[in-house]
Nanobody
Framework: VQLVESGGGLVQPGGSLRLSCVAS????????VGWFRQPPGKEREFVAS????????AYGDSLKGRFTISKDMSKNTVYLQMNSLKPEDTAVYYC???????????????????WGQGTLVTVSS
């Protein structure tokens, strides 16, 4: 499966962005699509994940309420709506896909076998 992210950019604190991840190349029916991020000089961390069939979601600690993951099956696209952005949200955001994930594995990077190139989000005034 191929994943292409878009929607990153520069935004002021308190602003919003919506990232998109378009998936192609195989059936998505057994996949989870997740978002991870890597702040400058830090390790990659879990943001959110959604199961393609059924729509079960999971979020990283403290992100639910500001970030919302969703999907559009007609467009093979997963979105990450990010609101009330803070400077500490600055990172490269990656889209990833993994198959047949159980819920407890939604936030584990090694559960995902395919990764996009990433899109940079910078939150700064």
């Amino acid at each position: 499966v191929q994943l292409v992210e878009s929607g990153g950019g520069l935004v002021q604190p308190g602003g919003s962005l919506r990232l998109s991840c378009v998936a192609s190349g195989r059936t998505l029916s057994d996949l989870n699509v997740g978002w991870f991020r890597q702040p400058p000089g830090k390790e990659r961390e879990f943001v959110a994940s959604i199961r393609w069939q059924g729509g079960t979601t999971a979020y990283g600690d403290s992100l639910k309420g500001r970030f919302t993951i969703s999907k559009d099956m007609s467009k093979n696209t997963v979105y990450l709506q990010m609101n009330s952005l803070k400077p500490e949200d600055t990172a490269v955001y990656y889209c990833a896909a993994g198959s047949r994930l159980i819920y407890s594995m939604f936030g584990v990077p090694s559960s995902y076998t395919h990764w996009g190139q990433g899109t940079l989000v910078t939150v700064s005034s």
